[in-house]
């Protein structure tokens, strides 16, 4: 999904020739593989997008899968970037590497200083690794390496695994299926109290453009809207633009996950990016895609 929406976006920048590979041509958990591909083809520039993802279910069964893989991929792709010279390099995390009960909105600032979410804290462990090397390696060597740290995504390209996917692209499929069976209705995870902040896949590709221009960026950055929204009120948004007309029921026996993940984005926003894409829009968007995603028999699933 990130890599497809960065596609997009550089595509049409002027003077930008993209250098792509399937996992079938390079694997990015193989160091030799990796190494291979950055000594042939010298890149300017690096972003790492690449990660083994999941939303609460995968990431509570298969923890060890999330902690190693992407360890591998951080590892591999930042030192196969330093050792072959690549001028700089863009390294994607997520919000999930913030502390479960972080001030809110959450700041950079407040990286490690206390628990992270159980239920994640895998994937997170190996976010904060890749955005720690790149650190260490500006901070020692003197490249410019830096990472950005979007919050919760969405849009064209998702993964709708029935178990394995996130929160919004889970429901837009629960929902749509439920209408195609006329189910009268659609059970929600949760109480759906928490809060979450959900960023499209467009602008995180657009910020990134934004941040490879500065001269001199922060190590880490946050990337997100700024604004929130309950479990329950996306629920009832994916509802609505889905067409589903029947009865949402909460199973508050499952697992609701961190009660608030809201970024403090005051430092991109001082340095002139913000969000375009509202949310309801979004929405509307990656249902669209969803629909000509299954027509063409192309849908993660």
Same mark, same amino acid.
């Given at each position: 999904m990130v890599g497809s929406a960065l596609v997009r976006r550089f595509?049409?920048?002027?003077? #930008?020739?993209? +250098?792509?590979?399937?996992?079938?041509?390079?694997?990015?958990?193989?160091? /030799? *593989? #990796?190494?291979? +591909?950055?000594?042939?083809e010298r890149p300017d520039v690096v972003i790492?997008? /690449? *990660?083994?993802?999941?939303?609460?279910?995968?990431?509570?069964?298969?923890?060890a899968d999330f902690l190693f893989?992407?360890?591998?991929?951080?590892?591999?792709?930042?030192?196969a970037a330093f050792r072959h010279q690549v001028p700089r390099l863009l390294f994607l995390g997520s919000s999930c590497i913030y502390p479960k009960h972080a001030p809110q909105p959450m700041p950079e600032d407040c990286l490690l200083t206390s628990a992270l979410e159980p239920t994640n804290e895998?994937?997170?462990?190996?976010?904060?690794?890749?955005?720690?090397?790149?650190?260490?390696?500006?901070k020692q060597h003197g490249v410019l390496f830096h990472s950005a740290m979007?919050?919760?995504?969405?849009g064209p390209g998702d993964n709708y695994h029935a178990q394995n996917s996130h929160v919004l692209?889970?429901?837009?499929?629960?929902?749509?299926?439920?209408?195609?069976?006329?189910?009268?209705?659609?059970?929600?995870w949760g109480t759906g109290t928490p809060k979450r902040e959900f960023l499209h896949v467009d602008d995180l590709a657009d910020a990134c453009a934004f941040l490879l221009k500065l001269s001199n960026p922060p190590d880490w950055i946050n990337v997100g809207t700024g604004t929130d929204v309950t479990i329950r009120e996306l629920t009832e948004c994916v509802a609505a633009v889905t067409g589903f007309p029947g009865r949402i029921a909460w199973d508050a026996s499952k697992p609701d996950g961190t009660p608030r993940k809201l970024l403090d984005v005051s430092?991109?926003?001082?340095?002139?990016?913000?969000?375009?894409?509202?949310?309801?829009?979004?929405?509307?968007?990656t249902y669209a895609s969803f629909l000509a995603e299954k027509a063409a028999g192309t849908l993660r699933t």
């Open positions: 595509g049409r920048e002027p003077g #930008v020739s993209l +250098l792509l590979r399937t996992r079938r041509e390079v694997d990015l958990g193989n160091s /030799a *593989a #990796v190494d291979a +591909l950055v000594a042939a790492v997008a /690449a *990660a083994k993802v999941g939303g609460i279910h995968a990431n509570n069964t298969y923890p893989d992407n360890l591998a991929i951080a590892a591999n792709t930042i030192h895998a994937y997170a462990i190996a976010k904060i690794a890749g955005l720690k090397l790149c650190q260490y390696y500006r979007p919050t919760n995504l969405y692209p889970a429901l837009i499929r629960r929902f749509h299926e439920a209408k195609e069976a006329g189910k009268p209705e659609v059970a929600a430092r991109l926003t001082h340095l002139g990016w913000t969000a375009r894409i509202a949310l309801r829009n979004g929405v509307e968007q």
